[in-house]
């Protein structure tokens, strides 16, 4: 009888410190995949922020470039449009002297015609 107690004992003992052993086992296997799983999502998080920040430094990398070619781009138009105007300016300042030169040629012949048609005149008058 004593055999037995003795025997049951040992077996409900054994049965118990298998299941203390299996259980830590579990409980270690647990924290372990609870362990890879927040390494992995700690990588995740550091990748994506890098990821994020990779794009915002490129995104403002960007900008400026894009702002000076707009600059570059407003630049060449207002000295195109100043070229425009400066030929325009060229063009009417050179078209005034044109037009001033016409009229000081006719403004001649007509006081030389005038002088002539005097003269004309006068020797007539004379003869």
Request: charged content about 0%; proline content about 1%; aromatic content about 12%.
């Amino acid at each position: 009888m004593l055999l037995c107690i003795v025997a049951l004992y040992a077996t409900v003992h054994h049965v118990a410190l298998y299941a203390t052993v299996h259980h830590m086992a579990l409980y270690a296997a647990v924290l372990h995949v609870a362990l890879y799983a927040t390494v992995h999502h700690v990588a995740l998080y550091a990748t994506v922020h890098q990821l994020a920040l990779y794009a915002t430094v490129h995104h403002v990398a960007l900008y400026p470039t894009v702002h000076h070619v707009a600059l570059y781009a407003a630049v060449l138009h207002v000295a195109l449009y100043a070229a425009v105007h400066h030929v325009a300016l060229y063009a009417t300042v050179h078209h005034v002297a044109l037009y001033a030169a016409v009229l000081h040629v006719a403004l001649y012949a007509t006081v030389h015609h005038v002088a002539l048609y005097d003269t004309v005149h006068h020797v007539a008058l004379y003869a």
